[in-house]
């Protein structure tokens, strides 16, 4: 049997990037109106772990873009697509996420390489934080002037204010230490070993990317948590030093 080659599996990513794109457009042609849209929101609520950001999703476009920074769907990461079909009834969608996961499976190895390659040459973590920025930016537009401060409210406004100097601060004092600080953070060894894969030479965007998927573990009503987690894993990793510092900033 003759070996492909590499110009050959290069050809195979880029028609299956291509197909991915129109899987994707397909189930928006079939999401065409508010009702299938709110079934298909309630078809992913139980991975998103963000009901607010769920309730801020007016079109099939943004729950898709919301989906794929949370890293739940992806060209090497389909399935969701199979919770679009069963909410809209959508048989033509599911027929082409049979054929499309049946390519990827064909050539999953070589696809998955030229899309880490693809990942490693994007700032993704520029990317990252421009889209946090824009959120926050959005979120702080929407809230209501005149709604009191809560205990909540408080704890999730001073966060807000912290986060980029807590995620600055870590992403230079971790070091090479930050696989096992996305351990104690429960990041899946698999999803370490991607993050890794896609940031080979940036240690910073990997810390990054362990912060921001440890973080989406939470729902947004649960920041006390992800914050206790965050802490505990520092002391677990013997890091009671950049404990002590996050605390002091939100005090």
């Known amino acids: 049997m003759d070996r492909i080659s590499v110009q050959d599996h290069r050809a195979v990513y880029e028609r299956l990037c291509k197909d991915y794109l129109n899987l994707k457009l397909l189930a928006q042609h079939a999401c065409h109106d508010t009702g299938l849209l709110e079934n ?11 009901s607010r950001k769920l309730s801020r999703v007016t079109n ?3 729950l898709v873009l919301l989906l794929e920074q949370r890293n739940l769907l992806s060209l ?13 009834n959508a048989k033509d969608v599911g027929n082409a996420l049979s054929s499309y996961r ?25 990317l990252l934080e421009k889209e946090v920025e824009k959120i926050k930016l959005h979120e702080d537009a929407e809230l209501p002037i005149a709604t009191p401060p809560t205990a ?10 912290q986060r980029d ?29 991607e993050i890794e894969e896609r940031n080979r030479q940036d240690l910073k965007a990997r810390i990054y990317e362990v912060l921001e998927r440890a973080e989406t573990q939470f729902d947004d009503t649960a ?25 002091n900033m939100l005090q």
């Open 223 to 247: 920041l006390e948590q992800f914050v206790g987690a965050l802490l505990k894993a520092l002391e677990s990793s013997r890091r009671k030093d950049l404990k002590r510092k996050i605390e």
């Open 60 to 62: 099939f476009e943004q």
């Open 76 to 88: 090497l990461k389909p399935d969701l697509i199979r919770h679009f079909e069963l909410a809209m």
């Open 40 to 50: 298909c929101k309630q078809s992913v609520r139980q991975v998103v772990h963000s």
């Open 165 to 193: 100097s807590i995620y600055s601060l870590l992403q230079l004092e971790i070091g090479k230490s930050w696989k096992v600080f996305g351990r104690f953070l429960n990041v899946p060894p698999a999803e370490l070993d």
């Open 102 to 126: 049946d390519a990827l499976r064909s050539h999953y190895e070589p696809i998955r390489r030229f899309y880490l390659e693809d990942l490693r040459h994007r700032d993704r973590r520029t």
């Open 152 to 161: 909540t409210n408080a704890k999730w406004n001073v966060y807000l204010q």
